[in-house]
């Protein structure tokens, strides 16, 4: 894992706070967009699967240029992908604001979607940099600060749409802001080549390569879980809420909100109950939280049952994908990085077939019936978690 022990310099802890500054920046961008859905799908006359079908367009385009990350950190470095890269999303959700149609709001969600996977990958594998200077483990806290600007940009998206703010000038106004603090953030990020602080790399047995592999597949089921939840905050939440339930626009984003801010407690508090408990056991739980929480509110349609049901999936759900990923980081059999690569696709794959899976249930029946998807997720992690690693993460070697 990590090699230093020593108190992390003054440098490495402003590079620490620069990364979650790019994190919370990330998270901001998108969430801002989130509670403008229902406007969007208004103003262009879309159906519940042409928005779905549209919003897929976004992990469409992750997945196309997280082809291309690799790339883009061999010749600019994870310092200048993650921090530049953020100016280019922001970009990218501010065209959604005069997109003419459906088409144009595809491409649009597309181009964002491809820089926003490029820019994962760089601030991860910065984060990564930072953390083995630290010699123990930080990275979880990065996606609780990501889950925060998640909060903060849904909290805009939310005021905005209840303000009646013009769509066209929030988003410049979130696409202005959060680039400047993300080129500010730049100036403290770790220089040099992003091997600097690695180990040289050992060779992992060769003989558990096959059940390495039916491993990867289980983990890369439960990473899809995650997705569903997500998304069904993200892309869902408001259209439940106001569709449904009959809530308010304002109201209605809260849905998202309610997630992310359950998901970003228990990814901050995360590390302390893996600690006690134990990361399988952990997960397992969570499952049968989410599942429960959101069953309640679906037989129970309420806006309090709703962003109970929304809170407790986010809150259920909140370690599950970096569950996922530190077990396949881990397994043997598989030549370093392949596991936590092969995760982090299947997730994306998650975002991509989420959206018009959901919306075509919900058109064909409605869209309480779509978002059983969240409590689907929920009893598959409960039984399928016990593949997970049910040791710290603190505790590995």
Known sequence: MTTATAEPTLAVRRARAAVGAVFLTNGALFANVVPRYPEVKEHLDLSNALLGTALAAGPLGALTGGLFASVALRLLGSARTASFGIPLIGAGFLLVAVSPGWWALAATLFAAGAADAIVDVAQNAHGLRVQRLYGR????????????????????????????VPLLLHLSISAVLFSAVALVAYRFLLRGTDDAEREAPTEKARPRATAAVWMLAALGLLALFGALVEDAGA????????EDIGA???????????????????????????DRFGQRTVTRVGGAVAAAGMGFALAFPSVGSALTGFALAG???????????????????????????????????????????VGLVADHSSLRVGLLSVVIAGVGTLLLGRVLLNRPPAHDS
């Open 315 to 357: 809150l259920g759900t909140a370690t599950l994908v970096p569950a996922a990923m530190h077990t396949a980081d881990e397994l043997p059999g598989l030549p370093a990085g392949l596991g936590l690569t092969v995760v982090s696709w299947v997730l994306r794959i998650g975002f991509l077939a989420s959206p018009p899976l």
């Open 137 to 164: 483990s930080i990275v979880n806290s990065f996606h609780g600060v990501w889950s925060i600007g998640a909060v903060l940009g849904g909290l805009m998206g939310s005021a905005a749409a209840g303000l009646h």
């Open 235 to 242: 892309s869902w939440g408001a259209l439940f809420l106001t």
């Open 248 to 274: 308010a626009a304002a109201t209605a984003g809260l849905a998202f909100v309610a997630l992310q801010v359950a998901m970003t407690a228990g990814r901050l508090l995360g590390d302390r109950m893996v």
